[in-house]
């Protein structure tokens, strides 16, 4: 037993114990502790192994920058994997577990490459395994990936909730420490909107730890009390357990709130993670600073962590690191923990110092070691011993845990996520945030401010600064008399000269002092490229405590300064984020919105079965009772609607209503057809190109007045072709005199298809809808018995005699149920799109299958619509090129397959009967396909090369990745009725 | 710029409100013009590096094509003005 | 040095001493045969293959940074050759056939990892257009495989079969696709084209291409002037800054990507997913990261840096294809600039400038390219005309009418 909790101290509550298990094990723990603290108070030193070696390690701060401490944390579906210990608020119940061990945390068979790692040096996989070349992915990558990653899920269902929300201020401060306080309590009074964001769950930063008096009181009660006035101060808004992970654009940040992961009962109204983004006018970054670690041989085992944390520890938590803990220092702060250990009456088996001299005292009693430092360390699965040197003298001297102090680095993480590079200062031996304009600024020990007094002073007079540049008053706080403080200085040491073992940078992934001289000698001296081989400052912290040593052992291996080197990239997230918050109530049926026609419901009733079709749900069949497969259904329906009648629901095309003196002209530069000469009362289809000349949509314009026209939109386009048309109205040709809208929610629109269309559509409609009143392509506002008014177009999509009919979306069920009861005894059936896909293929219509984006008016056999003449339209000056106009372009044709057994399926390509199969052979491809019940056999649309020279040829339609080959006949994509005597009649 | 943007019509709105179309410099040459103009003004971009102008739309708001003239490196926007405004004063 | 399992026994013995670097750092020489304006993946392994296959040896890669600091080394790393079209299809297969052959070749494990690309696909269409695309690169004589549901369900137990807004109704399968350990593969060009005399100059900068009498006859740079015969530039997503210094204009947009990766985690996903109902794709790498990505950003933008919000959106992509990626941390996120062409597609061609040769417009997919577009860049300098794989990547494409568009969004980049 060495770590221990201290009899009394710390801010845990020790009259509420809560129960938690480590591996299994049963522990208590205080309300208060983190699951680290609580760790370490039983003292559980071993938490898990690392990433090569699988050494054993433990606790090293107490804090977010934690490389070691990872557990998992949870069970069954919310099991959290690489959850550091450090961060973790303990609660009643956890469930936390070891990672990276096998079969169990103190018997770890991958602890086996600590005894190969010298031929595991870094980057050793480019080196090897590459013969013979089938083992790599079947033997050794196995192995790798086996080895390597940390925690483990099996990806079951989250059971949890995740919210997102928008946040504004005029002021953020990020971390609520004595510099991000005295910031906020200035910008408080001085009336500012406040949030202030930390990601502790007590608001006090290093108040929290601190032992020197502030106000003549404990540090802590200092930071309640403002603390209190904050909470009190309606214009502020506190939000602890909130990382600010995020610096992005416009001074907006994303900030992740722990709502409630670290509670023992849910409340399942709740999310468990909030995902913030807060637009702020300005933000304090009042991060603080990260104590570094020591490099030096054995730095790695249980027990050794950063003196800081062995302070916060003792002295926020009321634990004790250590029996006997040994103090190893470059600077001040190692006295600060031995004055806090001693206070505590923690034995200190000796304190060594890097720096043969300082003006530092040792607590009394406190054997003191100038010019010394450690060279190795002994212990298993926790550190025994350390070997000190001093001078060439070596000497084993006993303890059970190490604090190391290598001195400080500011906490500039977002001040440099926006392409910034941080700037090296000689005189703080540290890299600072760079100049980020007046939005962002840091203060306290962000900006090198180390002292309590000097963050106090530096985040009130940032606050006030901004206060000001905001135009208001500031009103200023009064500094408390702050008591012995202590002192920030040290002397950088990068690595421990002499290591008797490995002397690890980045624990994490077990990057040692001899990897970085390898990556040097190898000619990757540079800190990406070192960063990207040894995988240095890869790992979940992301290098926030390795990358600073690692830089300075570039530096010295190079012979440069840091300044040189230079830092990696810092990049969101500051501390990792989870998908689930990330992604918030967007998932699942939720991750798009859902449309529904307003005919949905007539649709439904009429026992349709849906398919998503975009956003929106189509009526895709309406099977009868006894069919029992699709085909039956729609077989069923196309012949109905070729020998009587179908309604279909066509509302999910896009509708726009064109006004304007320059309509016309308008829609005439649109679509690649003429339009101008369109006679008010009809329709006509149209085809828009894209400026490339390759069809965009089509759809069909119908003039509703001289200046007046209304057209529509495929169901995929509706919203892109609004956005081409605002396009060419503002931006192309802003003077035309013209307006529009889209009224696709407005109108609910039925086709009625069928020889008894007109018959039933009569029954509804009031005015006399006779062949010679109202023709082909007519398209007009007519009257429906019981005085609605609508839309009527005589257009065929199916080439039967056919009408489309709008009507005010409400009233859609209604009429739509009036057809139905209408055309009953006409044997009228309802019918959905699969059955509307069948009557446009036997008719040769096109639809997006074909118009792929990659298709010309002509390919698609419809070169003859193009309006050659007209002076401009969009994509004609494109649509003469070369390439659009080559002979041996794929065009459209039909197929009939020659094999009654057989079938096409679309995606199928086609060959010249007797070819090889290759990619120079590829005569084309089936962009639709069906069994066509009115032909009795399966037909295709399809795109083959030269295509309309070809009708007649027998050609091999190749499907091999269904592994099916068959022949058919190329003919005119035109099935049925040739000569439109249906439509007409 | 790539959080928020400042719709003259509709005020500062997020990004994803917005649809973007890209390069708002290239014109629309005459219908006349040669196959070089029309190549160039379909396919060829200056891309520089910097102060550049592009095409936005207020898709979820007013509907209206902006002109966003912004830095693309540093993703700072100077300014957001009406398309047919912009045109204007090319014009 | 050659590298080896014995190498690795002899130096553990020694320390790890002795090991040699992976290249030189040479001065630059003051003319070489070809310049390559580019030390990325395609640059070196342009230079590499110049001097490997085509015996061009003086030959120089010019960087501005350092090697490997554009997009080989923040991509998603996939490999694959599951295209559609005839002028892409027979172009990204022999580039897998080239990385199938690339750790002996190069002597350098790029950890190529055939773990298999799945494509996702939610209804009838998107399964008749990956049909189409399967059946296109059979034709290439590329094997593929349809599966459906059921079998996606006992392979993929983790997708959302149950609950997605979009159902999944099956998938197209390449089992050679996968991925490869992207930083070792600009590191293995890079040792391989310097053993064969190729001077890799890092942080040198082209700040000028000069001409005499209309023809390329060198580079200014930060380290003064080069002289060569023959300059390429494989420069991505600068590819147009660089084109500028010799009055070039292309069909090009600088476009931001972000990539993202996660904790490290046991292996727990085997192959790369690529999602039907948007652009999520992912998979494990040999660390353990899961690493993803999706659509880019949608702005110009020259900044290696990407927004909140289109995150947020590849994450809810990601949970809706796979619900148990919730509880998942991401660990970074990361952004490229790419090389968005008018059609999607890339340019491996000549330029209308004497001796100036132009590789560009590798949008999102240039590394899977890198082997082959170093291969085919290499021969069209060597040999003044396009490989045959490479025939339909022309610059000139565009105003002849010859668009390699899989997408089929035409010449808006940010639809590609």
């Known amino acids: 037993m060495s770590a221990f909790r201290l009899a009394s101290g710390g801010l845990v509550d020790r009259s509420h114990t809560l129960r938690f298990t480590f591996d299994g094990a049963s522990l208590t723990g205080h309300a208060g502790d983190t699951l680290a603290s609580a760790l370490l108070a039983n003292d559980r030193l071993l938490l898990g192994r690392s990433f090569k070696y699988h050494r054993p390690r433990g606790i090293m701060t107490a804090g977010p920058s934690e490389p070691n401490g990872l557990v998992t944390v949870g069970s069954g579906a919310r099991r959290d994997p690489n959850t550091k210990a450090t961060v973790a608020e303990l609660y009643d119940g956890l469930e936390a577990r070891s990672q990276n061990r096998w079969p169990s945390l103190a018997y770890d068979i991958g602890a086996v490459n600590n005894l190969m790692s010298r031929f595991l040096s870094a980057g050793f996989y480019y080196k090897t395994f590459m013969w013979p070349a089938a083992f790599w992915e079947k033997v050794y990558e196995p192995l790798i990936r086996r080895a390597a990653g940390l925690g483990r899920t099996d990806l079951p269902r989250d059971p949890d909730a995740y919210e997102k929300s928008w946040a504004h201020c005029d002021l953020l401060v990020v971390g609520a420490g004595p510099a991000g306080l005295a910031a906020a309590l200035v910008a408080a009074r001085s009336g500012l909107r406040v949030i202030l964001a930390e990601q502790d769950f007590v608001l006090g930063g290093a108040l929290l730890s601190e032992t020197a008096p502030v106000g003549g009181e404990p540090p802590y009660v200092f930071a309640r009390r403002v603390v209190e006035e904050l909470q009190n101060s309606p214009n502020v808004t506190l939000m602890p357990r909130t990382t600010v992970f995020g610096w992005y654009d416009d001074n907006v940040f994303g900030a992740l709130e722990r709502v409630q992961k670290d509670v023992a009962a849910l409340d399942a109204a709740k999310p468990v993670e909030r995902l913030w983004r807060i637009v702020a006018k300005h933000a304090i970054l009042a991060t603080g600073a990260e104590e570094r670690p020591l490099v030096f041989g054995g730095n790695d085992r249980p027990g050794i962590m950063t003196a800081s944390a062995v302070s916060t520890y003792a002295n926020r938590f009321g634990v004790a690191a250590g029996k006997s803990v040994a103090i190893f220092t470059n600077g001040s702060s190692g006295y600060r923990t031995a004055q806090d250990l001693a206070a505590r009456g923690v034995e200190i088996a000796v304190l060594i110092d890097s720096r043969a001299a300082s003006g530092d005292v040792a607590p009394d009693g406190v054997r003191l070691v100038r010019g010394g430092s450690i060279v190795d360390t002994k212990g298993r699965q926790r550190v025994r011993a350390v070997v000190a040197d001093r001078g060439g003298f070596e000497e084993l001297i006993g303890c059970d845990a190490v604090a190391m102090s290598g001195g400080w680095s500011p906490v500039i993480h977002l001040a440099c996520q926006r392409g910034g590079k941080p700037v090296w200062s000689e005189a703080l031996q540290a890299f600072m945030a760079p100049e980020a304009g007046p939005a962002l600024v840091t203060a306290g020990a962000a900006a090198g401010h180390y002292r309590l007094s000097e963050c106090f002073d530096d985040g009130a007079r940032k606050a006030s600064a901004i206060v000001e540049a905001i135009g208001r008053q500031a009103v200023g706080i009064e500094r408390p008399v702050i008591g012995e403080e202590t002192d920030p200085s040290f002397t950088a040491l990068w690595h421990v000269p002499g290591a008797k073992s490995k002397a690890f940078v980045d624990f994490q992934n077990d990057v040692h002092t001899g990897d970085l001289g390898l990556a040097v000698r190898e000619g990757f001296g540079h800190v990406e490229h070192a960063k990207r081989y040894t995988t240095g400052g890869m790992a979940t912290d992301q290098g926030k405590l390795g990358n600073i040593n690692a830089i300075g052992i570039l530096a010295g291996m190079r012979g440069v300064s840091p300044a040189e080197v230079g830092t990696t990239t810092f990049r969101p997230f500051y501390t990792p984020v989870s998908f689930g918050a990330l992604a918030g109530t967007s998932v699942d049926g939720h991750a798009m919105p859902i449309r529904r026609s307003p005919l949905h419901g007539w649709a439904a009733r009429n026992g349709a079965v849906f398919i998503d079709a975009g956003l929106w749900y189509r009526s895709s069949w309406f099977p009868k009772a006894g069919e029992k497969t699709w085909r039956e259904s729609v077989d069923r329906e196309v012949r109905t609607v070729r020998e009587n009648a179908g309604l279909c629901d066509v509302s999910t095309l896009g509708k726009i209503e064109v006004f304007g003196p320059d309509a016309a002209e308008f829609l005439s530069r649109l679509y690649c057809n003429p339009v101008l000469k369109l006679p008010v009362g009809k329709a006509r289809y149209g085809l828009m190109l894209r400026e490339d000349g390759m069809v965009y949509d089509d759809g069909t314009v119908s003039r509703l007045g001289e200046d007046h026209f209304f057209v529509t939109t495929t169901t995929a386009l509706a919203g892109g072709v609004l956005s081409h048309m605002e396009f060419a109205a503002q931006v192309l040709w802003p003077d035309l005199r013209v307006r529009f809208l889209s009224v696709s929610d407005q109108w609910a629109q039925m086709s009625i298809a069928g020889p008894k269309a007109r018959a039933i559509l009569q029954a509804v409609v009031e005015d006399d809808i006779s062949n010679a009143a109202f023709p082909f392509l007519a398209a007009r506002a007519v009257r429906l018995k019981g005085n609605l008014k609508a839309r009527l177009f005589r257009i065929s999509f199916s080439g039967e005699l056919a009408y489309e009919l709008a009507v005010p979306a409400g009233y859609g069920e209604a009429v739509a149920d009036a057809l139905m009861r209408a055309g009953a005894p006409h044997g009228i059936c309802a019918y959905g799109v699969e059955t509307l896909n069948v009557l446009r293929l036997e008719k040769g219509h096109v639809t997006h299958a074909e118009l792929d984006g990659r298709v010309t008016p002509d390919d698609a056999g419809l070169g003859r619509m193009m309006g050659t003449s007209k002076p401009d339209f969009i994509g004609k000056r494109l649509s003469a090129r070369f390439g659009l106009t080559a002979a041996d372009r794929a065009q459209l044709v039909g197929l009939k397959v020659l094999e009654p057994e057989k079938d096409i399926r679309a995606g199928a390509h086609l060959l010249k009967d007797g070819a090889k199969p290759s990619t120079l052979n590829d005569q084309g491809w089936v962009s639709s396909a069906c069994f066509s019940p009115t032909l009795g056999g399966h037909i295709a649309l399809a795109f083959l090369k030269s295509g309309r020279e070809r009708y007649g040829e027998k050609i091999v339609v190749w499907d091999q990745l269904r592994g099916v080959e068959t022949f058919a006949e190329v003919c005119d994509p035109v099935f049925v009725d040739r000569e439109n005597t249906k439509l007409m009649a | ?91 | 040095m050659r590298y080896s399992a014995l190498s690795i026994l002899k130096q553990a013995f020694a320390g790890n001493l002795g090991w040699k670097p992976a290249w030189r750092e040479p001065e630059p020489k003051s003319h070489y045969d070809v310049i390559i304006v580019g030390g990325g993946g395609h640059g070196l392994a342009t230079a590499y293959y110049l001097a490997k296959e085509f015996g061009i040896r003086n030959v120089a890669v010019i960087e501005k940074g350092y090697l490997g600091s554009g997009n080989v080394g923040r991509n998603t790393t996939i490999v694959r050759s599951n295209y559609m079209l005839p002028g892409n299809e027979p172009f990204y297969e022999f580039s897998l056939k080239l990385w199938e052959g690339l750790e002996q070749a190069l002597n350098y494990n790029v950890m190529l990892s055939q773990r298999g690309i799945i494509s996702l696909y939610h209804n009838d269409g998107q399964r008749d257009h990956y049909t189409r695309r399967g059946n296109a690169m059979m034709m290439e004589g590329v094997a593929a495989e349809q599966l459906d549901r059921e079998t996606l369900k006992k392979m993929l137990p983790f997708l959302n079969f149950d609950h997605a807004r979009f159902p999944i109704i099956g998938g197209l399968l390449q089992k050679r696709a996968g991925t490869a350990r992207h930083d070792a593969v600009a590191w293995g060009f890079a040792r391989g084209a310097d053993r064969l005399g190729v001077d890799l100059i890092q942080n040198c900068e082209v700040t000028g291409i000069r001409r005499e009498n209309g023809v390329v006859i060198g580079v200014e740079t930060t380290k003064g002037f080069i002289g060569c015969n023959r300059l390429g530039l494989a420069a991505a997503g600068n590819s147009s800054r660089v084109g500028a210094m010799a009055g070039l204009k292309l069909p090009l947009e600088s476009h931001v990507l972000q990539a993202f990766v996660t904790e490290g985690l046991k292996p727990c996903i085997d192959h790369v997913i690529t999602y039907g109902a948007g652009h999520f794709y992912i998979s494990q790498s040999d660390k353990g990261g899961l690493v993803f990505g999706a659509e880019i950003d949608g702005y110009s933008s020259y900044a290696q840096r990407g927004n909140l919000a289109t995150a947020e959106h590849v994450m809810e992509e990601g949970v809706t294809m796979i619900p148990g990626l919730s509880r998942v941390r991401v660990l970074r996120s990361w952004g490229g600039v790419m090389d968005m062409s008018m059609d999607g597609s890339p340019i491996i061609d000549k330029t209308p400038i004497d001796n100036l040769y132009l590789n560009c417009g590798w949008c999102y997919g240039g590394f899977k390219a890198t082997p082959a577009s170093g291969f085919c860049f290499a021969h069209l300098i060597a040999k003044g005309e396009s490989h045959h794989v490479a025939r339909a990547l022309r610059l000139d494409r565009f105003e002849r009418g010859f668009p390699i568009d899989e997408a089929g969004a035409g010449t808006q980049p940010n639809l590609h």
């Open chain 2, 1 to 91: 710029m790539a959080s928020l943007i400042s719709c003259p019509h509709c005020g500062t709105r997020p990004k994803e409100e917005f649809f973007i179309r890209g390069d708002a410099n290239p014109v629309r040459p005459a219908p006349m013009a040669t196959d070089e103009a029309w190549n160039d003004y379909v396919h060829l971009r200056v891309n520089p590096r910097g102060r550049i102008r592009e095409h936005w739309q207020h898709v979820a708001g007013c509907r209206r094509w902006l002109v966003v003239e912004r830095d693309n490196f540093t993703h700072e926007v100077f300014a957001v003005t009406d398309a047919a405004k912009a045109g204007e004063g090319a014009r």
